[in-house]
């Protein structure tokens, strides 16, 4: 960073001289509004000394006039009217950072997104809001104050919420770049979805293998800790430094005595639905998940254990490792970095009554038929028919269940992995029967990826499998359980109705349905879809708009393996680039006290929701804890002295853009 | 005030005074026993039927829809109807105005015309709508004296109860509803899932009135089906529904006797005289039985068999 040795020195005493500089951003801007006028405009504006309009004000070309302007002392202001400050305040600051102005004197007008783009039929309109745009932004910079910026250090350590494919990749990067890894997971094991997945689509090879010795990778990494069976509860801090508070619910059998000799599991007299295996199978109240699990602890489920004390009997547990009364125990870790890789819920299909999930035994979802096609599921790979446990001779399957449906109650987007799953699931059916006669039926067939295209025309050419474009309406049960399925081929354009053996839902993906705890939890937005967002779709998609925190995986959106594994990556290195630097600059957007204004009301105090402020008992007034501040200025409108100030966006500067945005009016409506 | 729990404005349409008076008599005797007060609605007219008249033109479907729901709000009372294409209309034209303003203002200043004023501030119901939603299952379950525990009811919803299903009050539940169902099986009852339970009785659309043969077919579909599962009687909240079920079975009987084998004969019972018998009301009262005060048609098939089974709980 080449900083100008001459740095100009503003202390706010002195008149402003601001600089406006109109972009065009291609036709963005002046293809809908006369920028040339809007640069005159901003010429009569109270203390604007010049003002310049330019193809692209982020060029490097449109970058150096407004360095130039400042180094020749012409200015000590600047205003772009251009584009949201999101992406490019950054790099506007940096230019006045570099031309030796303090970076809070610049201000951004966004008269893209808030005029242009949205007023894009309405060119007069835009052309008045652009005008209050600017002279608001002219108002605010009129009244700017330098700032320093704070420079926090870096944790060299992370937190990963989520021991999938997407948080165990993530780990495995950050401990290989020597980075302390904490990997939170709230069920027993860790390996996720994949984890069920029988083989993987479109190459066939067998996902437990793949996983399974991933999942031991992990639990060998010399800086990863794994945390099963626990959940995050409390995040506070900022970027480098999140304190983070971890519960580890009890598992009522003690880790370090337990021996896994699974005699407890033996003697054991509850049994109930295993979720591992979606009900299909069952598990004792005393239980491992599925036999590779990481780590291979037991675990209680509270929910069905009766305490009836047979495990505990000295003769079953000879370690005597069994602790009914086992408390959830809290762990404080200080973490850098936070990766949030939290997964995705199936779509529930219960809610669409015509498909008959719930109702009719041999309607299943694509994530049941994946454990039935399991070689370690409940029936060892060898799907058979619920209701009859036989083999069935004929299975349709249905597309975007959940996903693609503009209905209540349904997804708008499209789950990306249905196709191929169901393609994947119809051709190892199809190997183990070749007779069985396999029907498809889709809206269209989304095979995007490498290798899925001719995946895809495999499936048909060579397999034999039916694809029907076109949904089904309704389905109801026939002769011995059998599914009687109403549809429409829209090729062909005929209602079709046939009988098949079983039906298999591809339901969609979707955000977990607790994802507001973590969204609220991190203070990291999520999108419409209810997946959490990325800072910006095409440049940072690993990103959170919230500091040194990621996100990875379908918690994101979702997406199938290779995506969810390229993403943690990425994530990885994003939070590493982060750590490598030691250090951060966080904006000084704070709160201060004016000390002789200050009352000592202690007000500010119980509505900061941070825990920033302390209270100076021997002066008996508020303290703001700069680094705890995140600048939402709460304790600013609380404050009945007005003895708290925002940096940034004080109440002067505040009133100045009120000020001249309500001005203008009144002239324009006759003076009064 | 009134003393009655419930006040609704009974809009009775055409079907039921002219071809089931006895289906008016029993929404009114088991909603006075269920202490609510059905208030006449005087001046209503034609609904207009919602398959016929908005087909042909929508304003003067709305416009008419609009001056039947203000009589209502006129006695400041809900209007309620018996039957589905009545609830059809007045339900869907109250909705689309609700949602388009400069429309209900246009219809307000023509029904001004005649002196009357629409405000749309009081929801169209339907009489089974009254019961699981305004009263509730509880409410109900505490007034049943008798249970008809070996009866088998083959339950008919029709289409316009529940479709559209985003103007209708069954919270997104139009796929495969059950509150007609719950309601019949607190009579002891039990509703016999049977195969295109949602399919049209093939009157409505006027289907009926263009293509006898088509709507009979429809009616044979259904008739068959239910047979299939074995009910004792048709269960249906719909006085048009009613008509095809009832009148439709002699039709049937009559235009495809090759292909049915046996001829029908289910009873077809309407859903308050059916609540009403397990309330312990008089079947003459209801119509279920021939009264000679009581003018009007008697059913086209017979519900002999039905009386027959449940006499000696009764």
């Given at each position: 960073?080449?900083?100008?040795?001459?740095?100009?020195?503003?202390?706010?005493?002195?008149?402003?001289?601001?600089?406006?500089?109109?972009?065009?951003?291609?036709?963005?801007?002046?293809?809908?509004?006369?920028?040339?006028?809007?640069?005159?405009?901003?010429?009569?504006?109270?203390?604007?000394?010049?003002?310049?309009?330019?193809?692209?004000?982020?060029?490097?070309?449109?970058?150096?006039?407004?360095?130039?302007?400042?180094?020749?002392?012409?200015?000590?202001?600047?205003?772009?009217?251009?584009?949201?400050?999101?992406?490019?305040?950054?790099?506007?600051?940096?230019?006045?950072?570099?031309?030796?102005?303090?970076?809070?004197?610049?201000?951004?007008?966004?008269?893209?997104?808030?005029?242009?783009?949205?007023?894009?039929?309405?060119?007069?309109?835009?052309?008045?809001?652009?005008?209050?745009?600017?002279?608001?932004?002219?108002?605010?910079?009129?009244?700017?104050?330098?700032?320093?910026?704070?420079?926090?250090?870096?944790?060299?350590?992370?937190?990963?919420?989520?021991?999938?494919?997407?948080?165990?990749?993530?780990?495995?990067?950050?401990?290989?770049?020597?980075?302390?890894?904490?990997?939170?997971?709230?069920?027993?094991?860790?390996?996720?979805?994949?984890?069920?997945?029988?083989?993987?689509?479109?190459?066939?090879?067998?996902?437990?293998?793949?996983?399974?010795?991933?999942?031991?990778?992990?639990?060998?990494?010399?800086?990863?800790?794994?945390?099963?069976?626990?959940?995050?509860?409390?995040?506070?801090?900022?970027?480098?430094?999140?304190?983070?508070?971890?519960?580890?619910?009890?598992?009522?059998?003690?880790?370090?005595?337990?021996?896994?000799?699974?005699?407890?599991?033996?003697?054991?007299?509850?049994?109930?639905?295993?979720?591992?295996?979606?009900?299909?199978?069952?598990?004792?109240?005393?239980?491992?998940?599925?036999?590779?699990?990481?780590?291979?602890?037991?675990?209680?489920?509270?929910?069905?254990?009766?305490?009836?004390?047979?495990?505990?009997?000295?003769?079953?547990?000879?370690?005597?490792?069994?602790?009914?009364?086992?408390?959830?125990?809290?762990?404080?870790?200080?973490?850098?970095?936070?990766?949030?890789?939290?997964?995705?819920?199936?779509?529930?299909?219960?809610?669409?009554?015509?498909?008959?999930?719930?109702?009719?035994?041999?309607?299943?979802?694509?994530?049941?038929?994946?454990?039935?096609?399991?070689?370690?599921?409940?029936?060892?790979?060898?799907?058979?028919?619920?209701?009859?446990i036989k083999a069935p001779h004929s299975i349709a399957f249905l597309q975007c269940v959940g996903s693609r449906n503009f209905k209540e109650g349904g997804h708008t987007y499209?789950?990306?992995?249905?196709?191929?799953?169901?393609?994947?699931?119809?051709?190892?059916?199809?190997?183990?029967?070749?007779?069985?006669?396999?029907?498809?039926?889709?809206?269209?067939?989304?095979?995007?990826?490498?290798?899925?295209?001719?995946?895809?025309?495999?499936?048909?050419?060579?397999?034999?499998?039916?694809?029907?474009?076109?949904?089904?309406?309704?389905?109801?049960?026939?002769?011995?359980?059998?599914?009687?399925?109403?549809?429409?081929?829209?090729?062909?354009?005929?209602?079709?109705?046939?009988?098949?053996?079983?039906?298999?839902l591809s339901c969609g993906l979707e955000a977990r349905a607790d994802s507001d705890k973590i969204s609220s939890l991190l203070s990291v937005q999520r999108s419409a879809d209810?997946?959490?967002?990325?800072?910006?779709?095409?440049?940072?998609?690993?990103?959170?708009?919230?500091?040194?925190?990621?996100?990875?995986?379908?918690?994101?959106?979702?997406?199938?393996?290779?995506?969810?594994?390229?993403?943690?990556?990425?994530?990885?290195?994003?939070?590493?680039?982060?750590?490598?630097?030691?250090?951060?600059?966080?904006?000084?957007?704070f709160s201060v006290v004016i000390e002789h204004l200050c009352s000592g009301c202690r007000s500010c105090q119980s509505l900061c929701p941070f825990g920033a402020i302390d209270?100076?008992?021997?002066?008996?007034?508020?303290?703001?804890?700069?680094?705890?501040?995140?600048?939402?200025?709460?304790?600013?409108?609380?404050?009945?002295?007005?003895?708290?100030?925002?940096?940034?966006?004080?109440?002067?500067?505040?009133?100045?853009?009120?000020?001249?945005?309500?001005?203008?009016?009144?002239?324009?409506?006759?003076?009064? | 005030?009134?003393?009655?729990?419930?006040?609704?404005?009974?809009?009775?349409?055409?079907?039921?005074?002219?071809?089931?008076?006895?289906?008016?008599?029993?929404?009114?005797?088991?909603?006075?026993?269920?202490?609510?007060?059905?208030?006449?609605?005087?001046?209503?007219?034609?609904?207009?039927?919602?398959?016929?008249?908005?087909?042909?033109?929508?304003?003067?479907?709305?416009?008419?829809?609009?001056?039947?729901?203000?009589?209502?709000?006129?006695?400041?009372?809900?209007?309620?109807?018996?039957?589905?294409?009545?609830?059809?209309?007045?339900?869907?034209?109250?909705?689309?105005?609700?949602?388009?303003?400069?429309?209900?203002?246009?219809?307000?200043?023509?029904?001004?015309?005649?002196?009357?004023?629409?405000?749309?501030?009081?929801?169209?119901?339907?009489?089974?709508?009254?019961?699981?939603?305004?009263?509730?299952?509880?409410?109900?379950?505490?007034?049943?004296?008798?249970?008809?525990?070996?009866?088998?009811?083959?339950?008919?919803?029709?289409?316009?109860?529940?479709?559209?299903?985003?103007?209708?009050?069954?919270?997104?539940?139009?796929?495969?509803?059950?509150?007609?169902?719950?309601?019949?099986?607190?009579?002891?009852?039990?509703?016999?899932?049977?195969?295109?339970?949602?399919?049209?009785?093939?009157?409505?659309?006027?289907?009926?009135?263009?293509?006898?043969?088509?709507?009979?077919?429809?009616?044979?579909?259904?008739?068959?089906?239910?047979?299939?599962?074995?009910?004792?009687?048709?269960?249906?909240?719909?006085?048009?529904?009613?008509?095809?079920?009832?009148?439709?079975?002699?039709?049937?009987?009559?235009?495809?006797?090759?292909?049915?084998?046996?001829?029908?004969?289910?009873?077809?019972?309407?859903?308050?005289?059916?609540?009403?018998?397990?309330?312990?009301?008089?079947?003459?009262?209801?119509?279920?039985?021939?009264?000679?005060?009581?003018?009007?048609?008697?059913?086209?098939?017979?519900?002999?068999?039905?009386?027959?089974?449940?006499?000696?709980?009764?």
């Amino acid at each position: 960073m080449t900083e100008s040795k001459n740095e100009i020195k503003v202390t706010g005493k002195e008149e402003p001289k601001i600089g406006v500089y109109v972009c065009h951003c291609g036709i963005n801007i002046a293809g809908v509004v006369d920028v040339v006028a809007l640069k005159d405009y901003a010429l009569t504006l109270p203390n604007v000394v010049l003002a310049r309009e330019y193809k692209f004000m982020c060029s490097d070309n449109g970058q150096s006039l407004i360095k130039e302007d400042i180094e020749a002392g012409l200015i000590n202001r600047v205003v772009v009217a251009a584009c949201s400050p999101r992406m490019h305040e950054p790099t506007f600051r940096l230019v006045c950072k570099e031309a030796g102005l303090n970076q809070f004197l610049f201000n951004q007008a966004n008269i893209r997104e808030h005029a242009t783009w949205v007023n894009m039929k309405d060119p007069e309109g835009a052309y008045e809001i652009a005008k209050d745009h600017i002279r608001m932004a002219v108002g605010k910079a009129r009244k700017l104050l330098p700032l320093e910026v704070q420079k926090v250090s870096v944790e060299p350590s992370c937190l990963i919420i989520g021991g999938g494919i997407a948080g165990m990749n993530a780990a495995i990067d950050l401990s290989n770049e020597g980075y302390k890894v904490y990997l939170v997971e709230r069920t027993p094991t860790i390996g996720g979805h994949m984890a069920q997945l029988d083989k993987t689509f479109p190459t066939m090879d067998c996902s437990a293998c793949i996983i399974t010795p991933r999942m031991v990778d992990v639990a060998r990494a010399k800086n990863v800790e794994i945390l099963t069976y626990s959940e995050v509860v409390e995040v506070d801090g900022y970027v480098g430094n999140f304190d983070v508070t971890i519960m580890k619910k009890p598992h009522y059998v003690d880790q370090e005595k337990c021996t896994a000799c699974g005699a407890c599991v033996e003697s054991c007299p509850i049994v109930c639905g295993n979720e591992f295996d979606l009900g299909m199978a069952t598990r004792k109240a005393i239980y491992i998940p599925f036999p590779q699990a990481v780590p291979g602890e037991y675990t209680i489920d509270m929910d069905h254990c009766i305490q009836c004390g047979i495990c505990a009997r000295p003769d079953v547990c000879e370690p005597d490792a069994i602790r009914y009364d086992d408390k959830p125990e809290y762990l404080k870790v200080k973490v850098g970095t936070i990766i949030i890789a939290t997964g995705w819920d199936l779509y529930d299909p219960t809610e669409l009554k015509q498909y008959g999930f719930g109702r009719y035994p041999n309607v299943i979802t694509g994530l049941q038929m994946e454990r039935l096609l399991s070689s370690f599921g409940p029936v060892l790979g060898k799907p058979v028919r619920p209701s009859d446990i036989k083999a069935p001779h004929s299975i349709a399957f249905l597309q975007c269940v959940g996903s693609r449906n503009f209905k209540e109650g349904g997804h708008t987007y499209c789950s990306r992995v249905c196709c191929m799953y169901a393609t994947k699931q119809a051709r190892q059916y199809k190997e183990k029967h070749p007779e069985a006669d396999i029907y498809i039926f889709y809206m269209d067939i989304r095979a995007f990826g490498k290798g899925y295209e001719e995946f895809y025309e495999s499936a048909q050419r060579e397999y034999g499998i039916n694809y029907i474009r076109g949904r089904i309406a309704e389905v109801y049960e026939g002769k011995e359980n059998c599914i009687v399925i109403r549809a429409e081929d829209t090729i062909l354009r005929k209602l079709i109705e046939i009988e098949v053996d079983m039906l298999v839902l591809s339901c969609g993906l979707e955000a977990r349905a607790d994802s507001d705890k973590i969204s609220s939890l991190l203070s990291v937005q999520r999108s419409a879809d209810g997946f959490f967002m990325e800072a910006h779709p095409k440049l940072r998609p690993v990103d959170t708009l919230t500091d040194g925190i990621f996100v990875a995986g379908v918690a994101q959106g979702p997406k199938d393996i290779p995506d969810t594994v390229a993403q943690a990556k990425g994530a990885a290195s994003g939070a590493a680039a982060l750590m490598a630097q030691g250090e951060v600059e966080i904006e000084p957007y704070f709160s201060v006290v004016i000390e002789h204004l200050c009352s000592g009301c202690r007000s500010c105090q119980s509505l900061c929701p941070f825990g920033a402020i302390d209270f100076d008992e021997f002066k008996k007034i508020a303290v703001v804890n700069p680094a705890k501040c995140k600048g939402c200025g709460t304790c600013v409108s609380a404050c009945p002295s007005g003895a708290m100030i925002q940096n940034h966006f004080a109440n002067l500067q505040l009133n100045e853009i009120i000020n001249v945005a309500v001005k203008k009016s009144t002239i324009e409506n006759g003076g009064k | 005030m009134s003393e009655y729990k419930w006040r609704y404005g009974l809009f009775l349409g055409c079907v039921i005074p002219n071809r089931y008076p006895m289906i008016e008599r029993s929404i009114r005797d088991v909603f006075e026993e269920l202490d609510a007060e059905l208030l006449d609605l005087p001046g209503a007219s034609c609904c207009p039927a919602p398959g016929v008249f908005r087909a042909f033109h929508i304003p003067t479907w709305l416009v008419i829809a609009a001056r039947n729901i203000s009589i209502a709000e006129e006695l400041g009372v809900n209007p309620i109807t018996g039957c589905n294409g009545c609830y059809g209309t007045l339900r869907d034209a109250w909705f689309d105005l609700e949602h388009n303003p400069e429309e209900k203002k246009h219809i307000q200043t023509i029904l001004a015309k005649v002196g009357r004023t629409y405000k749309g501030n009081l929801e169209p119901k339907h009489i089974v709508q009254a019961l699981y939603l305004d009263m509730g299952l509880n409410y109900l379950r505490d007034r049943i004296k008798y249970k008809f525990n070996d009866l088998k009811v083959g339950v008919h919803y029709g289409c316009h109860i529940v479709k559209p299903s985003d103007k209708r009050p069954w919270d997104g539940e139009y796929e495969n509803p059950t509150f007609l169902d719950e309601i019949v099986e607190l009579t002891g009852a039990k509703s016999i899932p049977y195969k295109d339970k949602f399919m049209c009785c093939g009157a409505g659309g006027a289907v009926r009135t263009a293509v006898k043969e088509v709507a009979a077919d429809f009616t044979r579909e259904k008739l068959t089906n239910m047979r299939d599962v074995g009910v004792d009687i048709i269960i249906n909240c719909c006085p048009f529904c009613h008509l095809q079920l009832d009148l439709g079975q002699v039709e049937v009987n009559n235009f495809y006797k090759d292909i049915i084998g046996e001829p029908f004969k289910i009873p077809v019972i309407y859903i308050t005289q059916l609540l009403g018998l397990a309330m312990g009301m008089d079947p003459n009262r209801l119509g279920l039985m021939k009264n000679h005060e009581l003018t009007g048609v008697s059913p086209f098939t017979s519900i002999e068999p039905f009386l027959n089974l449940v006499k000696e709980q009764l």
